[in-house]
T-cell receptor, first 113, second 111 residues
Framework: ETGVTQSPTHLIKTRGQQVTLRCSSQ?????VSWYQQALGQGPQFIFQ???????GRGNFPPRFSGLQFPNYSSELNVNALELDDSALYLC????????????FGPGTRLTVT | SQQGEEDPQALSIQEGENATMNCSYK?????LQWYRQNSGRGLVHLIL?????REKHSGRLRVTLDTSKKSSSLLITASRAADTASYFC???????????FGAGTRLFVKA
């Protein structure tokens, strides 16, 4: 069973740029959720994708967008980067949208300067 | 905003001692989960307790849930240095799609 993987591990971007983060879900999982974790805080829910459709969204502006592909891998795109976007971005997959146990990837550390 | 609030924010104990962390939340839930995070990396699922359960065990972990007080506790018995990590409670609301995490308790176990 392949676990959740994320790429890249680290990323440095300049304010105003755009970034794409990638996530491969665990085999057999069709649901992916993305979280933002600021230093010293708990993860904050960004959105969830189920079978290529957005299934719900947290309190994040539209410049945070996502995609899920037929193989259930996913992308998180952030436009017009701001300094406050600096954080660890975590992807988590689950067997189904009704399954609460989530399997997390190692995260992508984004630094915006 | 975050649903859960963990207490204490940080905890330092000796190896072999028990560690207790508490979590309070604000709204009705379907489930409450506990996760562990080592060194700012990915989270590892520890245990899930449903809203109609009061206590659950898994190895050295014991979780309690009191829905009347909207609180939960995580007890780690006979702690080890490898238990050093941040621990988060997370709640799932009825009809919801998102899991809401608290700010976490940072546990340090001294060898």
């Amino acid at each position: 069973e392949t676990g959740v993987t994320q790429s890249p591990t680290h990323l440095i971007k300049t304010r105003g740029q755009q970034v794409t983060l990638r996530c491969s879900s665990q085999s057999g999982h069709n649901t992916v959720s993305w979280y933002q974790q600021a230093l010293g805080q708990g993860p904050q829910f960004i959105f969830q994708y189920y079978r290529e459709e957005e299934n719900g969204r947290g309190n994040f502006p539209p410049r945070f967008s996502g995609l899920q592909f037929p193989n259930y891998s996913s992308e998180l795109n952030v436009n017009a980067l701001e300094l406050d976007d600096s954080a660890l971005y975590l992807c988590a997959s689950s067997k189904d949208r009704g399954a609460y146990e989530q399997y997390f990837g190692p995260g992508t550390r984004l630094t915006v300067t | 905003s975050q649903q859960g609030e963990e207490d204490p924010q940080a905890l330092s104990i000796q190896e072999g001692e028990n560690a207790t962390m508490n979590c309070s939340y604000k709204t009705s839930i379907n489930n409450l989960q506990w996760y562990r995070q080592n060194s700012g990396r990915g989270l590892v699922h520890l245990i899930l307790i449903r809203s109609n359960e009061r206590e659950k065990h898994s190895g050295r972990l014991r979780v309690t849930l009191d829905t009347s007080k909207k609180s939960s506790s995580l007890l780690i018995t006979a702690s080890r240095a490898a238990d050093t990590a941040s621990y988060f409670c997370a709640t799932d609301q009825p009809g919801g799609f998102k899991t809401i995490f608290g700010a976490g308790t940072r546990l340090f176990v001294k060898a």
